[in-house]
């Protein structure tokens, strides 16, 4: 079992920045690739970001030069680095982790956090 717990969300102004952290608990999800999804209204869960068991990073078209992806494994947390924040970013994130490859498919992970709020101020 494994349990996800994400922070780091906020309100952000433009070309703003934010780090997003997803805790992980459980001795086994070190065997896990987590990634980060995001969801705002009315719209459909999309993948923003992942990185592999071995530290291979994949990135949405939309974000790439922009987020940064890690993890640090022996504190079983993940960042999401977001720079350059634009109003379209405003969602809700979400970590999630599969023990599969990785995969931009929302049904191939396995847990899911509770999300943070990610919202754009004028």
């Known amino acids: 079992q494994v349990q996800l717990v994400e922070s780091g969300g906020g309100l952000v102004q433009a070309g703003g920045s934010l780090r997003l952290t997803c805790a992980a608990s459980?001795?086994?999800?070190?065997?896990?690739?987590p990634g980060w999804f995001r969801q705002a209204p009315g719209k459909e869960r999309e993948f923003v970001s992942a990185?592999?068991?071995?530290?291979?990073?994949y990135y949405a078209d939309f974000v790439k030069g922009r987020f940064t992806i890690s993890r640090d494994r022996a504190k079983y947390t993940v960042y999401l680095q977001m720079n350059s924040l634009k109003p379209e970013d405003t969602a809700v994130y979400y970590c999630?982790?599969?023990?599969?490859?990785?995969?931009?498919?929302?049904?191939?992970?396995?847990?899911w956090g509770q999300g943070t709020q990610v919202t754009f101020s004028s």
């Open positions: 459980g001795r086994t999800f070190s065997t896990y690739a």
């Open positions: 999630a982790a599969t023990s599969t490859l990785v995969t931009t498919t929302p049904g191939h992970y396995d847990y």
């Open positions: 990185v592999t068991w071995g530290g291979g990073t």
